[in-house]
């Protein structure tokens, strides 16, 4: 399955299952939604094809949490040979990094549910916990409920998107056994508390989500930014994506104005250092989109399980510049807090 001289991809309405009985990518799975309506049915039904697509499935939660004192990451993820865990603070104020990392032989107690915000997530481990649930309210009945804890850490967070949001997935079709399904969930409410070596912070805040369950090839590289914020009374969320969905007829790049998508379905061109993540703007460019993140903070994270290595370069900043809506309008993004980050995989 070749995506790369055809139509971009169509919006899909219906619930729908990500794979065929085979464990192929299912056709009428390929497309993007504005809700969670893919169920991600990695298995396949027999034991040749397990076998054969066992090391390539790849599933994880990510929450990113910003406040004007804090950064928080949760990542929780199977590469099914190995589960990664992480939770990861920054204090905006002293510049302390916090890191904590949990690495687990075949992803033992790792539980990840098949569609996005329909089930728990668990991981369990001596040094790191992580929990997220359904936590819905009238006026957010998506909301979840994210909690970890570390040695030094402890978090518990409500992410509470209003009544009627909507979020971007999206199927990248890389051939019928290698795809990703991937939601994006960018200014999102977060409230709670975050306590660090026994002082309780409150969190008020915003939250970005990746949810990601497919079959990758075994060497990608991507790009990804987020931000949060208002702009002009708008609640405004930034969703950029580069080089991995390239040549695929698809992208994970959108604009959210209060809840609603943009989608912007074209490939956008990001220009970085990565060597020095914050020694100049993160600049990221296309037909509807010419915006800048200028950093506040760098982070490297680095993996190294021998013939399986992740490197992850990200700067936190503030960005800057304009996008398009649907409708043609012109929207600012000036004072959207969040990152840029390019990740470079051999998994």
């Not at 104020?93 to 992803?107: K, R, W």
């Not at 890389?174 to 977060?190: D, H, I, L, M, T």
């Not at 309780?200 to 915003?206: K, N, Q, Y």
């Amino acid at each position: 399955m070749d995506g790369g001289g055809g139509p971009r991809s169509r919006e899909i309405t219906e619930p729908v299952d990500l794979c065929l009985p085979s464990g192929q990518l299912n056709p009428a799975a390929v497309g993007w939604t504005r809700t969670p309506l893919h169920r991600a049915n990695l298995l396949p039904g027999n034991a040749r094809g397990r076998a054969a697509t066992w090391s390539r499935t790849k599933k994880w939660e990510y929450v990113g949490i910003i406040t004007d004192r804090h950064v928080v990451t949760v990542t929780a993820s199977s590469l099914n040979y190995a589960g990664i865990h992480r939770v990861w603070v920054l204090d905006r104020t002293t510049g302390e990094e916090i890191d904590t990392s949990l690495t687990v032989p075949f992803a033992k107690d790792t539980h990840l549910p098949a569609v996005f915000g329909a089930g728990a997530v668990r991981v369990a481990g001596p040094r790191l916990a992580i929990a997220v649930d359904p936590a819905p309210t009238t006026n957010s009945p998506d909301a979840l409920r994210v909690r970890a804890q570390t040695p030094r850490v402890r978090l518990d967070v409500t992410v509470a998107p209003p009544l009627g949001s909507e979020l971007l997935g999206v199927v990248v079709p890389w051939s019928e056994r290698q795809f990703q399904y991937a939601v994006k969930s960018v200014g999102v409410p977060a409230s709670g508390t975050l306590t660090v070596d026994g002082a309780e912070h409150p969190v008020e805040g915003w939250a970005s989500l990746d949810h990601g369950r497919g079959r990758w090839p075994y060497a990608i590289t991507w790009n990804w930014g987020a931000g949060s914020g208002t702009v002009d009374g708008v609640v405004t969320g930034l969703q950029l994506g580069g080089k991995w969905t390239e040549g695929t007829g698809t992208s994970d790049n959108g604009l959210f104005l209060d809840g609603r998508l943009h989608r912007i379905d074209e490939d956008l061109a990001w220009t970085y250092d990565a060597l020095d993540a914050s020694a100049a703007p993160w600049r990221v460019s296309g037909e509807r989109v010419e915006v800048e993140l200028r950093p506040f903070h760098e982070r490297t994270e680095a993996t190294n399980l021998g013939v399986v290595s992740m490197r992850v370069t990200q700067a936190f900043g503030h960005w800057t510049g304009w996008v398009d809506d649907d409708h043609g309008e012109r929207r600012r993004v000036d004072g959207l807090v969040g990152w840029a980050q390019q990740a470079v995989n051999r998994w």
